[in-house]
């Protein structure tokens, strides 16, 4: 079969950085191509060019046999879709008014658009899919794999043959992801082209048919289903270069008596809707333990993180660490007192983008007697400190005096974890510490939170991730609509089904139900 997409020698430079190195790459028609690669491999540079919003260097590009040249309206009309991990959706507007947006049908009265054919044209649509959506539901009344859904319809009716689907999975459960295979498999069959960029290799194992591995611009490795080839061994090495690469998995141990965080019946609620969204939780987090916090993001977990770090105020409750009562302190009170923060946004919350590494790295601690003396900073030892963490912490590109918002996002990531571990935290929260990361820095991650577990301290894992959940954590709840959907203690792969229920709010009836009574989770 010819390809749908043939890129040939694609070359793409940016200033210092040269994304895409002499790059070819295919799609065929009922087949999934899977792209995976590090941070910076070049892939989503490579896509962006498949969908018209760069145009390359260097190279060609055929759709169909024939050489185009085009942007992303262009790509629109040859065909090329992109599914975007952050959804382009207005919420305030209908499915079908999305879906719609931009190519509205248009009745014989010029100006005046069509919905009833858009309605049916739709609808005919999710039932040659087998989606249940109401055309004229608010988009945001939807749950996230029903948005999804919606923009998948969307490629379909401009007509797409040819999918680019960008980290889908990224903020699905599993039982979403798995009705997501279904509906690329449906695709395949149809004879649509799809390229499918994801971290997740035991993904790309399962739903592709190939898969092109790049790193540093360039396609170091290509491997097939049929051939055997295609493991998660083999995709993870070829990504970073190493023999015999693994994740990080940590060591699961009891959870022990003495507890450093306590949480005792915390509510509170949105400051502008005045809803509830934390409704009276009660749990704890031990000495050298890592609790994970699972569920779908949006159902309460920024605002739980943001009640223990001190950013909002419950309506009551009591939150203590390491035994002292800092349910009305500030933020700068609970650093003190020894908590420590990893924020899921490295650019607003996470550092000060214009400032330096080492202003970063002491931010907050200037005062001390490590870094002052008379009221006066101590720029050597400040050097001394900020050198010896880029050292230890392998801050790739890091030196005095540059400024963070120069260092990609994964080294970003580790001026954090050099600046809040090395300040000893009793308490560490890590919200979706791993996000947007390769493998090579996931590892690393990984590695120094489970470093912290081994010096006692108490890690409060908070991600959307469950192939990381099940790795890190000893134990883990899960948080559906502001509670505890359930418990799992006893943490393993055999969990993943029990945990994709609770995070669908399915609690310990259903789930034993589910299960044929095999699993129970402690509803709260």
Known sequence: MESLVEMRGIVKEFPNILANDKVDFFLDGGKVHALVGENGAGK??????MFGMYRQDEGEILIAGKRQSYTVAGAQKLGIAMVHQNFMQIPQMSVLENIILGHAPQTKARGIIDYKSARTRIQKLLQDMGMKLNPDMLVQRLSVGERQKVEIIKALYIGARILIFDEPTAVLTPQESGELFKIINQLKSEGKAIAY????????TEIADMATVMRRGKVVDYMTRESGEM??????TSMVGQDEFEMVVSEKKPVGAENILEVK???????????????GLNFSVAKGEILGIGGVEGNGQQELIELIWGATKQLEGEISLDGKDISHTGVHERREAGLGYISEDRMITGVSAEASIQENIVGGKESSAEFSRAGLLRNGAINDKTLALIDQFDIRGGRLNLPVKSLSGGNMQKVILAREISRNPKL?????PTRGLDIGAINFVREQLIAQKEKDAAVLLITADLEELLALSDRILVMYEGEFSGEVRNVSEESIQEIGLLMGGIVKDAIAKE??????AEAH
């Not at 493991?231 to 993870?236: G, I, K, S, W």
């Not at 400051?271 to 934390?278: A, F, G, N, R």
């Not at 560490?428 to 979706?432: D, E, K, S, T």
């Open 265 to 279: 019946n915390l509510w509170a609620s949105d400051p502008h809707t005045q809803s509830l969204k934390i409704k």
């Open 428 to 432: 560490l929260i890590a919200a979706h």
């Open 515 to 520: 299960n044929g009574g095999k699993h129970e």
């Open 197 to 204: 960029i994801s971290h997740k290799l035991n993904e790309v």
């Open 44 to 49: 989503t540079t490579l896509m962006r060019i």
């Open 231 to 236: 493991t998660r061994v083999r995709l993870a």
